[in-house]
């Protein structure tokens, strides 16, 4: 088959594993900046271009769509699919997943625990946010940030509203959350592909509350309890996801979500595990492929 990877850079730890793997398979490999892609609409005969280049002939695209070009992503895979060429990510999935506010509500509407959370534009009577989440600590991000940035703790109301004045100044909209302060800054990150769960990970950090590798925390590999295995293969589900990275919490209401990564890096999981994830990344691709 010809897969293609959307991806900005073939070097990534992930692009590359999956490049790897699929030759390991036999099928031929291309990596596509979605960045760099013209795309061509016209009398319902949609077309991509990269680098002048025609692109013709996919079987199967794999996005690894970064955070701050999911916009662009979105509309190049919603191009490819608009071609007849299967994604492992379909492009409302990866706008369902990429907001935070609305994947926040889908999983509530599906009655997947998460933290208590506020959704705000403006500061605003901090009464109303005390009264649901309790009393601080809070835990204030922003919907863009990735990797742990843009995620601040909050022990006081007056740190509070100095923070949410301070982004909403910015013209952000702003998440507050209650602080699980039972889980003693540490996540675990679940890896589902397929609607299997293949490995996971506790990330603890060594500093500060942000579990997040890029920052410095280290993981171990974890076994699940049912009632784990359960929320994360719910919350794919409610996504719409073919493959993800969830992040739970265990707190003493049971496990919770706090986010769901549609892109999730390989290079933590497989390093910290001795599963093969992108050789399953690709079978899953296989399999997405195979009506085609």
Aim: glycine content about 6%; hydrophobic content about 40%; charged content about 20%.
């Amino acid at each position: 088959m010809n897969i293609a990877i959307l991806s900005r850079d073939a070097n990534i730890y992930s692009t590359y594993r999956l490049i790897q793997e699929g030759r390991e398979r036999g099928h031929k490999m291309f990596v596509i900046d979605h960045t760099q892609c013209c795309m061509v609409v016209e009398n319902n005969r949609p077309k991509i271009y990269f680098q002048d280049l025609k692109i013709k002939d996919i079987d199967v695209i794999i996005p690894r769509i970064g955070a701050n070009v999911t916009a662009i992503g979105a509309n190049v895979i919603h191009q490819f699919e608009s071609m007849g060429v299967p994604s492992t990510l379909p492009s409302s999935s990866l706008l369902n997943s990429r907001n935070k506010i609305k994947s926040l509500q889908l999983l509530s509407s599906q009655n997947i625990g998460i933290p208590n959370t506020c959704f705000i534009n403006k500061l605003t009577n901090l009464k109303t946010i005390e009264k649901t989440l309790g009393a601080p600590p809070w835990i204030i991000k922003i919907p863009e940030g990735t990797q742990g940035i843009g995620v601040i703790l909050s022990d006081t109301l007056d740190a509070a509203e100095s923070t949410i004045e301070a982004l909403t100044k910015l013209n952000s909209k702003v998440i507050v959350q209650e602080f699980i302060k039972e889980s003693k800054a540490t996540d675990i990150r679940v890896f589902v592909v397929n609607g299997k769960i293949l490995g996971a990970m506790k990330r603890s950090a060594n500093t500060g509350f942000r579990s997040n590798l890029h920052r410095g925390a280290t993981g171990v590999p974890v076994s699940l309890t049912v009632k784990e295995q359960r929320i994360a293969l719910d919350a794919v589900k409610a996504l719409g996801l073919n493959i993800a990275g969830v992040d739970l919490l265990q707190s003493r209401k049971g496990p919770l979500i706090m986010e769901v990564n549609s892109s999730p890096g390989l290079e933590g999981i497989e390093q910290n595990t001795v599963h093969n994830i992108a050789k399953e990344i690709i079978l899953a691709a296989e399999t997405i492929a195979a009506p085609k």
